[in-house]
């Protein structure tokens, strides 16, 4: 019987999936501690990963959502300055061909 805790009915729904409750239990338990059987389930469930991947709700506000990476202007910078050597190339041997 576990000593504390809210009653483990509120940590999984009907289908044995984890509750936003159930979430927080295994985020506030200590690693390598934490409720067995949320655990087990949530590593033998796809459904409870990626909710959990996707943060539960509420469970941890600190958690930033992902930031806006830069645009891939460096990509386009880079293609550009390619272009242009390439450019530059074609022009000095079109000039040594003539
Ligand atoms: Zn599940």
Do not use: N, Y
């Not at 576990?2 to 159930?22: E, F, I």
């Not at 690693?31 to 796809?46: F, N």
């Not at 709700?57 to 390439?86: H, N, Q, Y």
């Amino acid at each position: 019987m576990s000593p504390s805790g809210p009653s483990q009915r509120a940590l999984v729904d009907r289908r044995g999936c984890l509750t936003p409750a159930g979430f927080e239990a295994l985020a506030r338990a200590p690693v390598g501690r934490g409720p067995a059987e949320l655990a087990a389930h949530v590593a033998s469930c796809p459904r409870c990963q990626e909710r959990m991947l996707a943060g539960p709700a509420g469970a941890r506000p600190s958690s930033t959502p992902a930031r806006r990476r830069k645009p891939r202007l460096w990509i386009g910078v880079g293609l550009a300055v390619v272009a242009f050597v390439l450019a530059l190339a074609a022009l000095i041997l079109t000039a040594r061909l003539l």
